[in-house]
Structure formats: structure tokens, C-alpha cells
């Protein structure tokens, strides 16, 4: 397969390509979690499954996250091996065979092997999807490029809700078959377009025999010539991680490595982000909000789908705001923010469903709109363009990869435990979940550092041990270093960007030659220190990009 494409597309064009391709396998991932809420209430599908227990349902559910986090481990193999693009299409083509095991499923068997498949090829699709989309971005659009694919995981989970809206009222089994198989047609868009579009410019510097082929598709995505310095500096400093990325051939004990950048620590990080996203109680809404809408409010069935509907509507509306606050705000507040939100929440909701009158029923439902509006701004994009992120480059592929495992594993025992739980002792449900985001909070605002607007290899300057300051031999001191570290590294990089905005509106073309003349002559300088080094490096993207307009 040609790993630097024929699409004919340059710069934003290929970019937003790219972009709708991430976007639609999130897409598949959305419509799936949202298309087994109709499913399982559906009493077609319960006839033909034998009318399975609320345990039995919990585990035909939660079989698909077991699938997914098989799929994400085998990705970080392939994803290294096979490259980006060639393993989204893999995971496209699994999960068509997993949709139709399922659609065509007359026994309960049936059905729960064809729910893992689906859930292996999911897997595939989370787990490259991130990545690809990082390695092509500009560090200042990434996190709004991510959250392009996270909306539109909404919009997959918003069209399964209607669409088994609108199925519920056919009788016979094309009321749940017919909402399973749909999801095909994404993942044949998925299929196609992928074969045009470019392998990553990092991944083929690192694997290609001819590196040539990276540069140039580094030139198509930035929509210059290969020898424009925007290229040639942002090809150095892929070239540099790679270069110490490759001291040591890269393995699955690297994950659990030092190699002088934290690796293993941030391996840790990108885990249990993704791990703490599911603890927040976000898919006892997503895959249970008619159930919960029948019976811990009391709704008739055809109500509870419809209300689901809406819910999901409004799920979309709220996460394009996070296409603003994601580069502006920062990961860090929006989580620890959110975090607190999603506690008060919860708690509320609790209270609501145990007065259990109509006023406070109408409290409960108005409180789940609630809830899925700071889990939006909060915990959805951000976690998941995280991992790519934080990882050093040597294990970008198979931390993500594990990350995204961490997370379905998560959601398994969070879609397993849920039915059971709201039978059994109901609203106390919603005050553990409450628990777990307050302490979400406290583990960010320790661990977490943050990498809005930094370069990916930037990144690594933020973690080396030769530039920790701090004297402290506590494990927690030194993660709290890095902590500050990256908080001033960031603010740094903004406000050399607004400077490099300012200057640029009256700079020539000559502003570039003088730039780049900058930044060869800071290399020579043997006492300049990492903060200062991440600062012209950052600065000088942006001048770049403005004098380039």
C-alpha cells in the first residue's frame, strides 16, 4: 500500500481529509456504544435472545469493551508495524465482520461473539485514531483537531438513538437488526478514502527506508515545498526524537522504562487518564439513559427512547465548545473544573431520584443534561488527545494503544456493573461515581502536567532528568516538578506566540530568513536552558506561519 498517498490534496485540504476520516471512526465508535440502548430494551431482540437477566444484558453489553481492549493491544503492534493508516483500515474491515455477526445473529451466542469482534475492531479505530491525527497536526490546532473526532462520536452516538427511535415503531426483527448493520456504511467511507490519504510524516522518518517520503508528506500536509524552513525545522525536530527514540530497538518493556524522559511515568499518565475518564460515570448515561429514564423515573418505553434522543442532540450542541477552551483553557483546568461539576451533579441526581416525586424526577432529567454538558467540556476531548500527547515517541504507538484499552477495560466494569447497581441500590449509585470524579480532581491537580501548545517532542524537554530542578527525592516531588515545569514551558509558548502574532503583522517575508537565523544561532549557545530552547522553537513556528499568510 503507498504510504505517501495520491489523493492530489496539500495543506488544510489534506489536513481536514484526514481529519474526516479520525472523525468518522469515532463516529463508528459513538454509533455503537449508542445503537445497544434501543437494542436491549427492544422486545424483538429480547425474544430472540431468550429474554435474557439484567445480568446476562450487562454482559452482551460490556463483552464489546473486553473486544475493544483486545483490539487496542493488538493495534500497538500493528500500529508500529503496519503504520497508521493501514491499521485504521484493518480495524474498519473487523468491525464490518462484527456488524454483520451481529445484524445476521439468531442465538445469544451469536450475537456476543459477533459484539467482541465489533469491539476488536473498535479497538483498532480508538487506538490509531488519536495518533494519526496528532502526528499530522500543528501543535496549536491539535486539541480542537481531536475534538473534531470526539464530536463527532456524538453525532454516531445522537444518529443510533434516533435511528432506534425510529425503528421502534416496525415490528419484527428489522427493529433491532437494521440499526446494527447501518453502521457499515461508515465504515466503508472509512475504507475508501483512507487508501488515498498519506502515512504520517513521523511514522515513515522512522520506519521508511527512504526518508525522503516523510519530508514530503510533512510539505503536503504544511502545503509548502519540501525545502521551506516551516518543513525543514519541524522535520529536525521529528528527526531528533527519532534519533533518541532508536538508542534502544523499541519494545513492550520500554513502556516500563525510564530512557531519561519519564518514559514510564507518562506511560502511567496516559493509562490512567483514560482509566479516570470511565470512573467518571459518563456510560451509565451513554449506553443505559432509557433504562435509567424507565426505571429510576418511571417513564413509559417510547418516552424514555424519544427523551434519549434529545439528550444526545444536546451532547452534540455542548462539545463544540470545547472546539474553543480545549487549546485555550488547558487540559488541566477543564478537568479538575469538570471533575468538580460532575461530583455536585451526581449528587443531586441522587438526592432527585431518591425523593423519587414528579417535580424532583423532572430535577433528575434536567440534572443528566447537566452532567453530560461538563462531562463534554471536561473529560471527552481532552482525554483522549492526551496519551499521543504525553508519550515519548518511542512508545507513542503502544502507550496510546494501552491507554485506550485502560479506558474500555473501565468501561467495562462501569457497563457491567451498572444494571445490577440500579436495581439493587439505586440512587446510591450515582454518589460512588460522585466519589470517584472528586477524586479524579485531586489525582490531576497532583500528576497531571499540562501540554497545551507544546510540540510533541517538546514535550520530552519538560520530562528530561538532566533539566529537573527540583532537589526533592520523593517520587511525588519530582512529578510535581514536572508539573511546574510544563505549567511555565506552556505559558511561555503562549505568550511567545501572541508576541510572534504582534510582530508578524509587520514583518516581510525577510522576518523567516531572520528567524530561522535565530534559532541556529541559540543552538551554538551552550548555556541556554530547556525553557528558553522550547520558547524559540515555538516562537519561531508561529512567525513562521504568520510571515507564510
Known amino acids: 500500500m503507498d504510504k505517501i498517498g495520491h489523493s492530489g490534496l496539500n495543506g488544510k485540504t489534506l489536513v481536514a481529509v484526514i481529519t474526516s476520516v479520525c472523525s468518522f471512526g469515532f463516529w463508528l465508535f459513538g454509533y455503537d456504544q449508542g445503537v445497544m440502548s434501543g437494542v436491549v430494551i427492544s422486545k424483538p431482540w429480547l425474544e430472540q435472545m431468550g429474554n435474557p437477566s439484567t445480568v446476562m444484558i450487562g454482559t452482551i453489553v460490556s463483552v464489546y469493551d473486553v473486544g475493544a481492549a483486545l483490539g487496542a493491544i493488538i493495534a500497538a503492534s500493528s500500529c508500529e508495524r503496519m503504520g497508521r493508516k493501514q491499521t485504521l483500515i484493518l480495524g474498519a474491515v473487523i468491525l464490518i465482520i462484527g456488524t454483520v ?89 472509512v475504507i475508501a478514502v483512507t487508501l488515498w490519504l498519506p502515512e504520517t510524516p513521523r511514522w515513515l522518518m522512522q520506519h521508511d527506508p527512504t526518508p525522503d517520503r516523510g519530508t514530503i508528506v510533512l510539505a503536503k500536509l504544511r502545503g509548502v515545498s519540501p525545502d521551506h524552513p516551516v518543513v525543514q525545522r519541524e522535520r529536525a525536530e521529528i528527526l531528533e526524537a527519532v534519533a533518541l527514540g532508536a538508542k534502544e530497538e523499541g519494545s513492550w518493556s520500554d513502556l516500563f522504562k525510564d530512557h531519561g524522559v519519564r518514559g514510564d511515568k507518562r506511560f502511567y499518565l496516559a493509562l490512567g487518564i483514560q482509566f479516570m475518564q470511565q470512573m467518571t460515570g459518563i456510560n451509565i448515561v451513554t449506553y443505559y439513559a432509557p433504562t435509567l429514564f424507565e426505571q429510576s423515573l418511571g417513564m413509559t418505553q417510547q418516552k424514555a427512547l424519544f427523551l434519549g434522543c434529545f439528550l444526545q442532540v444536546w451532547y452534540i450542541f455542548v462539545s463544540f465548545v470545547t472546539w474553543y ?58 482525554v483522549w488527545v492526551y496519551p499521543p500527547e504525553i508519550l515519548p515517541l518511542k512508545i507513542r504507538a503502544k502507550g496510546a494503544a494501552l491507554a485506550a484499552a485502560a479506558d474500555f477495560l473501565g468501561n467495562f466494569v462501569v457497563v457491567q456493573i451498572t444494571p445490577p447497581a440500579i436495581s439493587n441500590i439505586g440512587y446510591k449509585t450515582y454518589l460512588i461515581f460522585a466519589v470517584f470524579n472528586f477524586v479524579n480532581a485531586w489525582i490531576v491537580w497532583a500528576f497531571y502536567p499540562e501540554t497545551a501548545g507544546l510540540t510533541l517532542e517538546s514535550v520530552d524537554d519538560i520530562f528530561r532528568r538532566d533539566n529537573e530542578p527540583s532537589t526533592t527525592t520523593s517520587k511525588f516531588g519530582l512529578q510535581w516538578s514536572v508539573v511546574g515545569k510544563a505549567a511555565a514551558a506552556v505559558e511561555k509558548a503562549r505568550r511567545d ?17 531572520r528567524e530561522k537565523e535565530s534559532i541556529t544561532d541559540s543552538t551554538d549557545v551552550s548555556g541556554d536552558s530547556e525553557a528558553k530552547r522550547l520558547g524559540q522553537v515555538d516562537m519561531s513556528k508561529t512567525e513562521i506561519e504568520v510571515s507564510m499568510s
Open 101 to 189: 455477526l451481529m445484524g445476521s445473529a439468531f442465538e445469544v451466542i451469536q450475537f456476543i461473539v459477533g459484539r467482541i469482534v465489533t469491539g476488536i475492531g473498535i479497538g483498532y479505530i480508538t487506538a490509531v485514531t488519536p495518533v494519526y491525527q496528532s502526528e499530522i497536526s500543528l501543535p496549536e490546532h491539535r486539541g480542537w483537531l481531536v475534538c473534531c473526532q470526539l464530536t463527532s462520536l456524538l453525532g454516531g452516538l445522537a444518529l443510533a438513538y434516533w435511528v432506534d427511535y425510529g425503528f421502534y415503531f416496525h415490528s419484527g426483527s428489522v427493529q433491532w437488526r437494521f440499526p446494527l448493520l447501518f453502521q457499515c456504511i461508515f465504515a466503508i467511507y
Open 325 to 382: 477552551t480545549i487549546d485555550r483553557v488547558g487540559r488541566r483546568k477543564l478537568w479538575i473544573s469538570m471533575a468538580y461539576g460532575q461530583c455536585l451533579v451526581l449528587i443531586l441526581e441522587a438526592v432527585c431520584v431518591r425523593l423519587n416525586t414528579s417535580r424532583a424526577s423532572i430535577g433528575a432529567v434536567l440534572l443528566i443534561f447537566v452532567y453530560e454538558a461538563c462531562f463534554s467540556w471536561g473529560w471527552m476531548g481532552t
Open 497 to 513: 506566540r501572541a508576541a510572534g502574532v504582534r510582530d508578524g503583522a509587520v514583518q516581510s517575508d525577510s522576518g523567516v530568513a
